[in-house]
């Protein structure tokens, strides 16, 4: 089962699946999207351990590869209280092929409507915005 957008591609079931698994059952760190190789549907590529790093989420984004990102992020407050927030990331590099660029980008909103509860959403076109002290930033 998948949800249909106004770009074509579709949200397959898993996807939902895994954002369930992240943001409810706690029982995932993280997930990877990628549009299918037949540009019909956003599936899952990948899921992370419950409590994955930051460094190990990004490191899922390839240089000329776009993907949208999911994590349970952890961070500390001034005062020192731990907090978690969930996060998407929409990583579309400037060096993606350009058809790539623009079904993702497209793409990106209607995704992020199904992921109810996300706490902030980013977007990335280049390592630097990669850099976790911009997510680090955004919680102060």
Known sequence: ???????????????????????????IGYAIFKISDDLSEIV??????????YE?????FKDDTA?????????????GSAREKPIFF????????IKSKM????????????LVGVAMSFNATDGDELDESIVRSAFK
């Open 44 to 53: 899952v590529e990948k899921r992370g351990e419950k409590g994955a790093k």
């Open 1 to 27: 089962q998948r949800y249909k957008m106004a770009s074509g591609v579709g949200i397959n079931k898993d996807v939902t699946d895994a954002w369930t698994e992240l943001k409810m059952k706690k029982s």
């Open 67 to 79: 993907r949208y990102g999911i994590m349970d992020y952890h961070y500390s407050t001034d005062d």
């Open 103 to 114: 079904l993702y980008s497209s793409s990106k909103k209607p995704l992020q409507e199904t």
């Open 90 to 97: 929409a990583w579309v590099p400037d060096t993606a092929p």
């Open 56 to 60: 190990e989420f990004v490191g899922n």
